[in-house]
């Protein structure tokens, strides 16, 4: 399963990254969100360091909506998604190469994004750069995960674009919460152990939704 | 081998099949006529394993994996050249990479690719696409090929070195099932002949070696009549 | 005690004009499918 | 159709019902101290609240089944009870902010009974509006059931990410798990309107569904 898996998902970053459109405007949507917020508040009045949770955590939950948008569509352009489900693969392992897909997509963005979030609002993030990455991974995992499932039911409809995010950002809003908190509270130089019930949270948000997106998958594609 | 055996579905009140049963065997192609919205694509798709039937089912000697579909969407991405989309489609139906090599080269000489075979598919004409497509559908030398109207959109030449590639496919032992309004097209190369309307097999047959113009007024004989 | 009767009134308004207008809604729709 | 009068006349003694509701609540009720009169809203508002939520699980349950046994009767089942959640939900949502406006002074507080409200009634619009994108019967079934089951697995997750966000909510004075603090004619009076609310959750699902039935009649797909 995971051969084909990967296959699959070597296949979409391939397209992906040679058509280079996606790539390109995620990233440049990410810095155009962050310049947003630079300039949406008063640095007078807000201390940039309160604020940069939610800004890192807000920007990021767009950049993965946008990149969850082109998920199904390279099927649908193609019009290649009967040769998949007619090749002997499994339909987890097309999920799972769509999972991958993205999120090496997403992280891609986040990889660009993070640095420059760090430098347009000063934050120290080297020191804590482990954990937050690993905060940013799991958040994104969730994110990623239920995306995925959902592209691919929004993607065959009339106004995929405005469904999708309809129908995922109440899937987002917890695992943002959470990741907003933990990373508030690395950020503040805390220990990370004060931010181990949200950790624990996004984990189980994961596994089960991971678990469900597999389970829920065929039923998106099989008729 | 191919097996149907007492399929039907329906799509809500609507009866896409309605107790179609036939046996095929390698070499034989059948051609399945019948007007838009008689079930032939559903036919095909429970035949291919992409639909559940809702009764009776389909066998295919070998399972998903020795099923080659053409259809009037070439299933091939535009950004990727056509080897690309050769060795992905081969990757997924596990062909081992020897026999890949093998596989393309000579289904490239074949189809007369071998000046695209690095050009992206979306630079490619119709009728070039057309030629990878059934390069894709036949890269993991599949036992049997389900067509659904494949002739769409060809010229009188594309249409014509088309059948010549199916016919000695027909040839190589491979059990063919092709669907179509159109009677001409698919009568040359048919061994059997079946006509389809609102889900039931009017009534199916031999060939015996009879033309076009002859099966035509079968065709109509069986469809207005029946 | 703190006097905030009308809004308990509000509340009640609209809750039932809530509830009766769906019924009656409802009515409306299943009278012509 | 026999369904539709079932559901229209336990409708209607619902909506009988909840006059009587309101009088015993208004004049049988004792005053609570320190809130006033406002606090009454509750016997509206808790009632509401806990259908908006069990409407959710019930579409998530019907949805599972549905993906086992694919019978369109559960499909239709869960279309309705998701439009009644909206507007149970839609109760919540304006009841909520008129009795938070004079006890914490806001309309609207992020507080977790109305966030969480809030969400599910944005995902109970979701959930119509993927009904409403796609036009295969056998299709939109299929992905409204995936959607419902993925609405109620997020339920106590957002539980859990609302309380610990930060809460206005006065304790949940009812559902507490030790003995509800309530005093005897209160939850009497709570009890009553939750079962009106009930029959009427009962009379609405039931019509809803007999509407779909009698639309796929009316008109089946091609």
Known sequence: ?223 | ?226 | MPENTPYMVAAYIVAAAILVGYAVLLYRRTLKP | MRLLQTGRWITVIGLALLPAVYVRAISFTPVERMQGAAQKIFYLHVPAAIWTESAMVLVGVASIFFLFLKDPRLDRFAEASAEVGIVFGSIVLTTGPIWGKPIWGTWWTWDARLTLTLLLFLMYVGYLLLRGAVTDPGLRARYAAVLGICGMCLVPFVHLSVYMFRTLHPQPIVLKPSAPSLPGSMLATLAFSFVVFTVLFVGFVTQRYALSLLREQAAPHA
């Open chain 1, 1 to 223: 399963m995971l051969r084909h898996a990967w296959r699959l998902a070597r296949k979409d970053l391939l397209v992906e990254f040679r058509s280079r459109t996606a790539i390109l405007s995620a990233v440049v949507f990410t810095v155009l969100v962050l310049m947003v917020f630079n300039f949406g508040r008063d640095p007078t009045a807000v201390a940039a360091v309160d604020l940069a949770p939610s800004i890192l955590w807000v920007t990021f939950t767009f950049a993965a909506m946008l990149a969850l948008n082109r998920a199904f569509q390279l099927e649908l352009e193609n019009q290649a998604l009967d040769g998949l489900l007619l090749a002997p693969v499994s339909r987890s392992s097309i999920y799972l190469g769509k999972l991958i897909a993205n999120l090496v997509f997403v992280a891609t963005v986040e990889g660009i994004g993070l640095p420059l979030f760090a430098l347009f609002f000063n934050v120290r993030v080297v020191p804590v750069h482990g954990p937050l990455v690993g905060i940013i991974a799991l958040a994104t995992l969730g994110f990623v995960a239920v995306g995925t499932l959902f592209s691919a039911m929004t993607a065959r409809t009339r106004f995929a674009e405005l469904l999708l995010p309809v129908l995922l950002l109440p899937f987002m809003i917890p695992p943002l919460i959470w990741a907003v908190l933990a990373t508030a509270t690395l950020l503040a130089g805390r220990p990370l152990s004060e931010a181990g019930g949200w950790l624990r949270l996004l984990a189980a948000f994961d596994i089960l939704f991971v678990a469900l997106a597999f389970v829920l998958f065929p039923a998106t594609v099989n008729e």
């Open chain 2, 1 to 226: 081998m191919l097996l149907a055996d007492g399929l039907r579905h329906a799509f809500g009140a609507v009866r896409a099949l309605d107790d179609v049963s036939f046996t095929l065997h390698p070499g034989q192609t059948l051609a399945v006529f019948g007007p838009n919205g008689a079930g032939k694509t559903t036919l095909l798709k429970v035949l291919a394993g992409l639909i559940q039937p809702r009764g009776g089912r389909a066998r295919i000697e070998g399972g998903r994996s020795a099923v080659g579909w053409i259809g009037h969407q070439p299933q091939l991405y535009g950004q990727l050249t056509v080897w690309e989309n050769l060795q992905f489609w081969a990757g997924l139906y596990d062909v081992p990479e020897p026999a890949f090599v093998r596989r393309e080269r000579d289904l490239v000489a074949r189809l007369g690719l071998q000046a695209y075979e690095h050009q992206r598919v979306r630079e490619l004409s119709r009728g070039l696409v057309q030629r990878v497509a059934i390069a894709r559908a036949l890269i993991h030398d599949p036992r049997v090929l389900l067509l659904d109207e494949p002739f769409t959109g060809l010229d009188r030449t594309a249409a014509e070195e088309f059948r010549a590639v199916l016919a000695a496919q027909a040839a190589a032992g491979r059990v063919t099932v092709l669907v179509t309004h159109n009677v001409e097209e698919g009568t040359e190369l048919a061994t059997d002949i079946a006509f389809m309307r609102s889900g039931r097999f009017v009534d199916m047959a031999p060939r015996h070696g009879r033309g076009a113009a002859e099966i035509a007024d079968a065709y109509r004989r069986a469809v207005s009549g029946g």
